[in-house]
């Protein structure tokens, strides 16, 4: 067995030429004996006796005689024992347990080893205690204990630090990073690395910072976030050409060649792993050829040919196991089943996603295993196995659940949108065996986790970010419905169709499909594109529902009357006709009413003021319900009173958050209009003050009895401290979406700026906040658009509420100053009189359009979160 295979083994070859006692540990089991004198008749001659032992041990192990090897250190350590030598005894301790984790026999090695800590910390020897660390780190390690592993290394890492010894601090940090990242801990792996390279730029150790580029972008890679892997590895790409080392160089042009193929850009793809493939053959570095031709083949597949990607990744599998690598073998074998899954040759992809899987388990690598597992299981559907396929789906998904546990909010994210085949396939198979429960749960399932888990850990305080919380059964389900007392609708985009499921607050339950002919799609090439990417793994999230995406847009820029948004447009294009009342039609928002109300509209209550949430999945989270238009021209708003949700979950979240909030008792109320405007951009430009948000939050203060907030006065540190005791917060001011963007959260609201800050209250600032308020309004442009993700919308939306606030009015679009004016002041009229927001912003909407009969001018608006 190699000891260059235990995980520390970098660093135990330099700890290994440590000085211990009278010994000096050299890699690779060569010991001498230093300055040995015997003395005849006394201890020292007992002492003597022992040195002969050690050394006759060393010259027997060097020759694979290890028995002998092993009692002669026996004998000496007998000896050293009875005379006391303490700084010896753990010199032969070291011996026997170097000897025991070489041979394989980890118990014992561990024994000797942990009685070698021991006498090290007694006497003090902080170099023995590093190595003896080291050595029962890599003990663990073979044995597959992450725990221990980890506690021992944690220890030899504050050793480092207390021995003031940088060098082998950034080899303690580096193995900590590679360990969190080997078990999933993509948030340590990425703490610890970054301490590394920062440490190796600090030594200015080329080397080492190189290697922690490449680790970082390893990390940021697992986690799905391919953008700052390609930042990582192309700054290791451009050191390692600094400091021509071509074996980093290969390396990091294969990454680029993965991560290009990730975000789909195959040409790029292929570009970086043929540069690398040649590197490796002029180098003979077998390893990395092998892992180019790997590379080479998921491109091919990718872009579709399918013979030439099977050439190359039968290269790649023959390197694979000429030089005994697991991991690229592993590769290999799963582009082969990707590869003839495509050709649809269901039985040999199986076959090969078995091997795979075989492997992933063996080498314990949860990614590998949750991917083999899921591309298995698109296998095994198209094969006709369906009980086996719902298996190992379902297998699929609870490792994916376990890869984001301990994970925090902003790494969930990105790593979830790489994870979401598992949770469309099911629903698609499920609904096919016409279990639309089952199939129901599996979407709730697949939707907001990160925002439940960041929600539900704001809510109990003994709760983490990092906290996973179950997703709800069909029973619980129906009890949020019957707790909200509302008509719940969940939609789900899979591939050729749009699923729709009705949940009454009696709790029945009724679903509905859209048939893919809607958007002129061929059902039979739905059905492929969903099975290729099942069987590829090509990224869904996107792709999946472009039609729809498009209808999605044309239905926003109908309302917008222009293909985007601009500022202070009042109208919209011309309508393509009238109905005989003179109702203006809008084609786009009788589509959307055709696609996602028709299908469920027998479902909905007949009662206007009965609630109904909509929770929307991926585009549609874009679309304005309220707006939708019937076959006569009545809108949507006009028959009901509606709600949105990013999931069924928050609901219960949400209205435990309004709970929460009345034993509170909060009686101020926050009022804030034209803010002395910021700047933002490059150069800096001052953003236009907004007289008729002034006017605005003049009319509301006097409705809510407050004093409006405006001007100067306005500052961000002001605002935010008022805001942490109000119970409605109202702000009407600029909102901005893309125009700044702070830990990869877009959305701010233009506040005054002050000596010490911008002015621009962010998303990622209101994220950590602790506000009890009952309701902020956003009276602002585009407050409830964000970046669309797996977990729905991340913005402004999704930070207040995460932020404790349970009902937040935001808008899709942006707005006109007028018609805003008088929605709003008409609002908190209303819920003067009805305390039930949905209600009063249905009557505030019914109000505007008799004076501004265009949807653009009052629909824009939407109540996320809780009614009463």
Not at 129 to 140: D, F, G, N, Q, R
Not at 735 to 740: A, I, K, Q
């Amino acid at each position: 067995m190699k000891l260059q295979k235990i995980g520390l083994s970098a660093l135990i070859s330099i700890l290994a030429t440590l000085t211990i006692g009278e010994f000096r540990f050299i890699p690779n089991s060569q010991f001498k004996i230093i300055n040995s004198q015997v003395l005849a008749q006394t201890p020292a001659q007992r002492k003597a006796e022992a040195d002969r032992l050690v050394q006759q041990g060393i010259q027997q192990f060097l020759p694979s005689q290890f028995q002998a090897a092993l009692q002669s250190w026996q004998q000496a350590l007998i000896i050293y024992q009875e005379i006391k030598d303490r700084q010896s005894e753990g010199g032969v301790l070291g011996c026997l347990g170097f000897a025991y984790l070489s041979l394989g026999d980890y118990a014992k090695a561990i024994e000797y080893n942990q009685q070698w800590l021991s006498l090290a910390r007694e006497i003090k020897d902080p170099q023995s205690e590093l190595l003896a660390l080291a050595y029962l780190e890599s003990a663990y390690l073979f044995l597959g204990d992450n725990a221990k592993v980890i506690e021992y290394a944690q220890q030899l890492l504050a050793i480092t630090r207390e021995i003031k010894d940088r060098p082998i601090e950034g080899k303690a940090l580096a193995s900590l990073g590679i360990l969190y990242l080997s078990v999933g801990d993509y948030a340590k792996a990425i703490e610890y690395t970054q301490q590394w390279l920062a440490l190796a730029r600090e030594i200015k150790d080329r080397q080492s910072e190189v290697k922690a580029l490449e680790s970082l972008a390893n990390a940021y890679d697992s986690l799905g976030d391919y953008a700052k892997a390609i930042e990582y590895t192309q700054q290791s790409l451009a050191s390692a050409r600094e400091i021509k080392d071509p074996q980093i160089e290969v390396k990091a042009l294969g990454n680029l060649g993965l991560a290009y193929n990730s975000l789909g850009d195959y040409a790029k793809a292929i570009e970086y792993a043929q540069q690398s493939l040649v590197i490796a053959r002029e180098i003979k570095n077998r390893t990395h050829e092998g892992r180019a031709l790997g590379i080479l083949g998921i491109a091919y597949i990718n872009l579709g040919d399918y013979a030439k990607a099977i050439k190359y990744a039968q290269q790649s599998l023959a390197i694979a196991r000429e030089i005994k690598d697991r991991d690229f073998e592993e590769m290999a074998l799963s582009s082969l089943g990707r590869a003839y899954s495509s050709l649809g040759d269901y039985a040999k992809a199986i076959e090969y996603a078995q091997q795979s899987l075989a492997i992933a388990r063996e080498i314990k690598s949860p990614s590998m295993e949750w991917r083999t597992l899921t591309y298995l299981g698109g296998y095994l559907l198209g094969s006709g196995n369906f009980p086996a396929a719902e298996k190992t789906l379902l297998d699929s998904i609870k490792i994916s659940e376990s890869l984001r546990a301990g994970l925090d909010d902003a790494n969930k994210v990105p790593i979830f949108e790489t994870q979401t085949y598992p949770y469309l396939i099911l629903q698609r198979f499920f609904i096919g065996q016409k279990k639309t429960n089952d199939a129901l749960e599996i979407a709730e399932r697949g939707r907001a986790r990160a925002f439940v888990e960041l929600l539900a850990s704001r809510l109990a305080p003994s709760a983490s970010v990092t906290t996973t919380i179950n997703p709800p059964n069909i029973q619980q389900i129906q009890q949020i419905a019957k707790e909200q007392n509302a008509t719940l609708v969940e939609y789900s985009i899979v591939y050729e169709a749009v699923y729709i499921w009705v949940i009454k607050p009696t709790g029945e339950i009724t679903f509905r499909s859209i048939s893919p002919t809607f958007f002129g799609i061929n059902l039979r090439e739905a059905t492929e594109q969903t099975r290729v990417s099942a069987a590829t793994g090509r990224r869904g999230l996107n792709e999946q529902d472009t039609a729809l995406a498009e209808m999605v847009r044309g239905t926003r820029e109908e309302l917008a009357g222009l293909a985007g948004d601009i500022a202070n447009k009042q109208t919209a294009n011309p309508p393509a006709s009238t109905t005989a009342n003179s109702r203006i039609i809008y084609p786009k928002l009788q589509q959307s009413y055709q696609l996602l109300i028709q299908p469920i509209a027998d479902l909905l209550p007949t009662d206007p003021n009965a609630p109904i949430i909509f929770i929307p999945h991926q585009s549609l989270f874009l679309i304005p319900f309220v707006a939708l238009q019937d076959p006569t021209g009545q809108y949507l708003i006009e028959k009901h009173t509606i709600l949105t949700a990013p999931s069924i979950q928050i609901l219960q979240l949400t209205h435990q958050l309004r709970q929460k909030v009345r034993q509170l008792s909060l009686q101020n109320n926050l009022v804030v209009g034209n803010p002395t405007m910021p700047k933002i951009g490059t150069p800096p430009h001052q953003l236009p003050p907004l007289p008729g948000s002034e006017q605005e939050a003049i009319t509301i203060a006097k409705i809510l009895n407050t004093r409006p907030i405006t001007g100067a006065q306005a500052t961000k540190a002001s605002i935010v401290q008022q805001m942490l005791k109000a119970r409605i917060i109202h702000l009407a001011t600029h909102g901005l979406l893309n125009e700044v963007k702070r830990r990869d959260l877009p959305g701010a609201i233009a506040l005054a700026p002050s000596g010490n800050d911008d002015g621009l209250l962010t998303s990622s600032e209101i994220l950590d906040l602790k506000l009890n308020a009952e309701l902020v309004v956003l009276s602002a442009c585009n407050t409830g658009r964000g970046k669309l993700t797996g977990d729905g919308v991340l913005g402004l939306s999704r930070a207040l509420i995460s932020a404790g606030v349970s009902s937040i009015i935001v808008s899709l679009w942006l707005v006109p100053d007028e018609p805003t004016a008088e929605l709003m002041a008409e609002f908190y009229r209303q819920l003067q009189r009805n305390p039930n927001k949905a209600q009063a912003l249905r009557q505030a909407m019914l109000m505007t359009m008799k004076m501004h009969p265009t949807p653009q001018d009052w629909a824009a608006f939407t109540l996320i979160g809780e009614a009463e």
